[in-house]
């Protein structure tokens, strides 16, 4: 029995080096979070395209939405973080603290929720994918496989699906929409905003000035 439960241990740490060495120089075929959508909406819209291809106005959207630190930080933004706990602990809305690298761990390797073990989990595969992939491969990924509508997945198949164009002809004010329905976009919606999401579009475009590629 003992010797199974190591077998099982040690298959799954090998297949864990190659999903991570695998994911340095692909995107993932599939992740959890796209079967799910998938099975929700009966259909799944995704075009991954590589990192040049995408366009600055798009990466900077999207940066300046969810991680304006992204290239500063080790893969994790503390002051965030104890500004999430210190919202949380004072019975304000929920907020979360994750960065860019956090999400994009989430995204390619695990699935969605709250818990602590995939929490743990997403620590551990965020302090390695920033040691083993870099900067611009965790922005790559994470613009491939980020949720950006009801079965909408990428920043290429929301650009097209929304504005009915490749994502590196977005104008700025397009990138900003389709940055403004994250972290929640199964609920807004850029071809109908909500006041909400129309605040949230306006400021993202202020902060895009502020964004450097680098």
Do not use: C
Not at 121 to 128: G, K, P, Q, S
Not at 141 to 160: D, K, P, T
């Amino acid at each position: 029995m003992w010797k199974k439960i190591k077998q099982l241990i040690f298959a799954v740490i090998v297949l864990n080096i190659v999903f991570i060495i695998g994911g340095r120089f692909f995107n993932p075929p599939i992740t959890i979070t796209q079967l799910g959508g998938l099975f929700e909406y009966g259909k799944l819209h995704r075009d991954y395209i590589s990192y040049d291809e995408m366009g600055d106005n798009v990466k900077r959207a999207v940066i300046a939405s969810e991680d304006q630190k992204f290239f500063i930080h080790n893969g994790f933004d503390y002051d965030a973080i104890e500004k999430a706990m210190k919202s949380n602990e004072a019975g304000k809305k929920l907020r979360g603290g994750s960065t860019i690298s956090q999400q994009t761990a989430k995204n390619v390797f695990l699935w969605q929720g709250r818990s602590w073990i995939r929490k743990g989990l997403e620590t551990v595969y965020t302090f390695i994918i920033e040691k083993a992939w870099g900067k611009d491969i965790i922005l790559e990924r994470y613009l491939n496989s980020i949720e950006m509508g009801q079965g909408v997945f990428g920043v290429e198949a929301a650009s097209q699906y929304y504005f009915g164009k490749s994502s590196k002809n977005l104008t700025k004010s397009e990138a900003a929409w389709i940055a403004a329905v994250l972290p929640n976009p199964k609920k807004y919606d850029p071809k109908n905003p909500s006041a909400y999401l129309s605040k949230k579009h306006n400021w993202i475009m202020r902060q895009m000035r502020n964004v450097s590629l680098k």
